[in-house]
């Protein structure tokens, strides 16, 4: 930590240059101190003309300018200077675009440092429009920064460098010695000359996993007291345990797992402090009958529950879900969605105010301020990372203590559960319910589609129904080109090879009405094959549905090829899925064969995450939670998990924080949580 100085109290910095670093949200030392490089540029490692590699990673050749520059006016308008420069190894042309003073430099006999990539044009090796240096400056390691509308890098540079010269040695660092020591970490002072002006690359490196580290340090911090407090909030107190009297009204035995979920939330429930549950499961792994066992015994007690499911279709198949678990209970349920009629909303809302109505499925109609509840104590939410924390928060601030239970079927790492759902306790559904069978799973090209067609076929003649999946609704961009949109491949197929069958068509952009016409008419069986877009990627439950072709396979991540395959395999029978993609890469190759090697969601998400990179994998920013400076939960997950280890040990020995060692890691955490602590 830094004295609070203001930017413009920085020498050189007026009102107008503190303008444009607040709009960077720079406003003191500090924020411009822990404005670390986005890259670098490495003038440190020269390389010979004809020892540069030919790649798009910029290079640091030191040549001698021989002859003239010229100069030409290319036919877009633009003025082109063109040099040769020579080292001990050969000679590289040099190509500047619209830039007189670049080329001004370029005298004849003189010597420079070139930063640039390496390309090759014939056999004649070229950089175009390098950086260009004299090599009488240090030959080091300089920063990138992100920038603003009239300021450059090289002036933020000069400030930083002006900053850390004055403000380092007063420092303050927040990260205790012996955790230091332990984990191998820099201190604040060495890292923020390392961040900034790196002595090497791997000493870079050690600089900015001690930054990672220290966010994810106070990061799991704050949630590990944020959990805290919540447990200290009064809940609802659920006196009776009726679970045992709902398990009787199954025609199944739920699985171990769903047991101990359902325990655990019990437990929770019955403690008197607040449930802020995450029930994390698989595809198929019997996550609704979890909610319905908790709703039983809310509704049991005297309270009220209500389920938020992200689309209109999904609440409907919950709903029905639900109802057949509460048949013959006397548990009243009713569906609430923006299509819902207005007299029956005018309805349920009253019976939701009055206390008739037991339990609730609805989409984000249920958020609204119309909708009360007379004694509301359970909140499921579905999907989790489709809701921020504020959207399933705004629903349990309905009920006085109403208790939190969230279901997501996107199998992730505990430790990145944990950081992610930062403010709920975890319950996994590790197993599948009895007599689940495994989905064959087969990736083909379109050489065979045919053959493809008529297994659908031979299912379809059986009585048994099926997906077809494409990417695209509508023609997309030239992206996109090789794909047939949903729309278009439906047509196609109704006149062609399936005029025999009863096909149906589902995407994201038909209107709601539409929407559950097709998906009733698919549960009913008067639809044999739905041809849809991702939009059936979450919930659809109709068991008769036994077989799946994707097209354009490449085009999903693993995790998503996962979700859209557990829409067959619900039943008794036999399910398939098939793949197609005519992709030659190495890369798609590998990712597919995970999917026709294993059917478990956890051993898939990790290797999504490995394969396809963290990008969209879970979104990169989480509503509710800080915003991290540096760290990413999805790439740093090893740091994360070390950082957790730190967190746990230093609340176990200080849960207050309250020792000199950890007073300044309480300020830094209070301050990263400054708008989350007790509201997220």
Request: net charge negative; aromatic share 6%; proline share 4%.
């Amino acid at each position: 930590m830094f004295p609070d100085v203001a930017i413009q109290n920085l020498k050189g910095v007026g009102e107008k240059r503190a303008e444009q670093f607040h709009a960077l949200d720079i406003h003191n030392i500090n924020d411009l101190l822990h404005h670390y490089p986005r890259t670098y540029e490495n003038w440190s490692a020269v390389v010979p003309i004809l020892g540069a590699e030919l790649s798009d990673t910029p290079v640091c050749v030191q040549a001698t300018v021989v002859g003239s520059v010229g100069r030409f006016r290319a036919k877009s308008g633009i003025t082109v200077f063109e040099a040769r420069a020579m080292d001990e190894t050969g000679t590289m042309k040099i190509i500047i675009f619209n830039n007189k003073y670049a080329a001004a430099k370029l005298q004849q006999g003189q010597t420079f440092l070139f930063y640039g990539r390496m390309t090759i044009d014939g056999n004649k090796r070229e950089m175009l429009s390098p950086a260009i240096e004299s090599p009488q400056g240090r030959k080091r390691i300089r920063p990138i920064y992100r920038t603003t509308k009239n300021m450059t890098s090289r002036y933020i540079e000069g400030c930083v460098e002006k900053a850390l010269s004055i403000y380092a040695p007063m420092a303050e660092d927040p990260i205790p010695y012996d955790v230091r020591e332990k984990y191998g970490l820099l201190s604040l002072t060495e890292a923020l000359q390392e961040i900034h002006f790196p002595s090497s690359m791997e000493r870079m490196s050690r600089a900015r996993n001690r930054f990672i580290f220290e966010e994810l340090l106070e990061l799991q911090i704050g949630l590990a007291r944020i959990r805290k407090d919540r447990r200290k909030a009064a809940g609802v107190r659920i006196l009776e345990d009726c679970t045992k009297e709902f398990y009787a009204t199954l025609p199944f035995e739920p699985t171990g797992a769903q047991k101990r979920a359902v325990a655990a939330a019990i437990e929770d429930m019955q403690s008197g402090e607040l449930m802020n549950r995450l029930l994390q499961g698989d595809v198929g792994s019997g996550k609704t009958m979890v909610g319905a066992a908790l709703c039983h015994t809310a509704a049991r007690n005297g309270f009220q529950s209500a389920m938020m499911a992200p689309t209109e279709i999904l609440a409907g198949q919950h709903y029905a879900t639900m109802a057949k678990f509460f048949e013959g209970t006397g548990i009243q349920c009713a569906l609430l969605t923006g299509s819902t009629s207005a007299k029956d909303k005018a309805d349920i809302k009253a019976g939701l105010a009055s206390g008739a109505i037991d339990f609730v499925v609805g989409t984000h109609a249920l958020i609204t301020d119309d909708v009360q509840f007379h004694n509301l104590g359970l909140v499921i939410t579905d999907e989790q990372h489709r809701f921020g924390v504020g959207q399933r928060g705004s629903l349990a601030r309905k009920g006085d203590g109403a208790h939190v239970l969230v279901m997501s079927a996107t199998p992730i790492p505990r430790t990145l559960a944990l950081a992610i759902y930062g403010d709920l306790d975890v319950s996994v559904i590790d197993e599948l319910p009895k007599g689940r069978q495994p989905i064959e799973t087969y990736r083909i090209n379109s050489k065979i589609r045919e053959r493809a067609y008529n297994y659908i076929k031979k299912f379809l003649d059986e009585g048994r129904q099926g997906y077809i999946v494409c990417p695209l609704v509508e023609e997309g961009d030239e992206t996109t080109a090789d794909l047939m949109p949903a729309t278009e491949y439906y047509k196609r197929i109704c006149q062609n090879e399936f005029k025999d069958y009863r096909v149906g068509l589902l995407h994201g952009q038909m209107k709601n009405a539409d929407k559950d016409d097709v998906m009733e008419r698919f549960v009913s069986g008067e639809i044999q094959l739905l041809v849809s877009t991702t939009v059936i990627e979450v919930g659809v439950d109709v068991p008769n549905a036994v077989i799946m072709l994707i097209e354009n396979a490449e085009r999903f991540g693993l995790s998503q090829l996962h979700q859209l395959r557990g829409r067959v395999g619900r039943g008794k029978y036999q399910s398939t899925c098939i793949l197609l993609s005519d992709s030659r890469s190495p890369n798609t190759a590998e990712r597919l064969k995970v999917m026709t090697e294993t059917n478990d969601g956890f051993v898939i998400s990790q290797k999504d995450l490995a394969l396809r990179g963290p990008g969209d994998f879970f979104g990169r920013r989480q509503h509710g939670l800080p915003e991290l400076r540096i760290a990413d939960m999805m790439e740093d997950m090893d740091v994360l998990a070390t950082a957790g280890e730190a967190a746990r040990k230093i609340l176990a020995d200080d849960p207050e924080l309250a020792l000199p060692d950890h007073q300044l890691l309480a300020e830094e955490t209070d301050l990263l949580f400054a708008e989350n602590l007790g509201t997220a």
